[in-house]
């Protein structure tokens, strides 16, 4: 199984590495370039017109891994993959359509917030009633640590999970904020689901071979996406993200792992919600000299540093690859 897993990984990335020599290139050719948010820190100006859509690289990188690496999975009837790789493909889709909302509103404002919300959760509804209607999901809760399951009223459990996954999607979203940031921190969470899948046996090999293709993608993806960026992976690519990541936490049927495994994301997520409350709260001002966390690093809120771009994929790359950890030692015995 770890010789499936590193084909996967390795396949993954030299997909995403030699796809993205020509992506890079073709989306300059039509001038496919993201506008920069006019009340973020003045030097991301100069990123305006660098290339975005960049997230196809993993996209596809992933797609092909899933088709061939887990064609075995398949003739085995195990299809779990595939219904991970079509939600992610659904929300990238979504994601698409912002971004082409971007590109020619030529600002960066894209779909309305009701029209992505309201996709996303039918879109969330739909893949948690395809795992049930398949045998891949109970309506039980099982918890991390305290290796026990709980059950809860199938209807209620529908309708959390399909908010639990619309609201990882755009968690994931916020943190795709300076160069290779949301690529970074999602890494080692890719990493600890193909780990996860490892330990818990065979049954769980196109989970694996999903994730490692993803961690794969990834990591041929940073190599144009570290900072200073030729590409961002636009909402394409960060949308993709998270329903891959909620995917994979759904069909391994341990959903609460993401409060551990995505800490960052909630992190980030919970300092956009705190500015706005707090900005409405007092009338004007901010708690944070802006959200979300990294913008607030970047401009030396707290400490007066000024975090780099570099500085900041360091620090949450390490954050991410910590609870990450701690999240395998969460689970690792349940089987």
């Known amino acids: 199984m770890l010789i499936d897993l590193l084909i996967a990984l390795a396949a993954g990335f030299a997909i995403s590495a030699v796809f993205g020599l020509f992506l890079v290139s073709f989306l300059r050719k039509i001038k496919v370039g993201q506008a920069i948010r006019e009340d973020g820190p003045t030097w991301h100006m100069k990123k305006t017109g660098t290339p975005t859509m960049g997230g196809l690289m993993f996209v596809v990188a992933v797609a092909v891994v899933c088709l061939v690496s887990g064609w075995g999975a398949m003739r085995q009837g195990d299809f779990r993959h595939l219904y991970v ?51 891949s999901l109970r309506p039980e809760v099982y918890i991390p640590f305290w290796n026990v399951s709980v059950h809860i009223w199938q209807p209620l459990y ?32 890719c990493l600890a689901f193909a780990v996860i899948a490892l330990k818990w046996g065979s049954q769980y090999l196109s989970m694996g071979i999903f994730a490692s293709g993803l961690l794969g993608g990834l990591l041929g993806f940073l190599l144009y996406n570290f900072n200073p ?79 780099s771009e570099k500085g900041l994929f360091v620090l949450f790359f390490s954050v991410s690859a910590i609870f990450a950890v701690i999240s395998f030692l969460g689970v690792m015995n349940r089987f």
């Open 158 to 189: 529908i309708v959390l999970a399909a908010f639990i996954i619309v609201g990882t999607v755009n968690a994931v979203n916020i943190t795709d904020g300076v160069d290779g940031l949301a690529t970074g921190t999602t890494i080692p969470v």
């Open 229 to 307: 960026a030729k590409i961002f992976m636009g909402d394409t690519g960060s949308l993709f993200l998270g329903g891959a990541v909620c995917g994979l936490a759904f069909a391994m049927d341990m959903p609460l792992i993401l409060i551990p495994l995505g800490m960052v994301y909630i992190i980030e997520t919970l300092s956009d919600i705190i500015q706005v409350v707090y900005f409405k709260a007092t009338h004007g001002k901010r708690f944070f000299k802006m959200a979300p966390l990294h913008h607030h690093l970047e401009l030396g809120g707290w400490s007066g540093k000024k975090w």
């Open 85 to 135: 790789l079509l939600l992610a493909l659904i929300f990238g889709a979504v994601g698409f359509l912002d971004d082409y909302e971007k590109l020619h509103k030529k600002q960066n404002l894209g779909l309305k917030a009701k029209q992505k919300f309201l996709l996303q959760l039918v879109v969330a509804l739909a893949f948690i009633l395809l795992l049930q209607l398949t045998g």
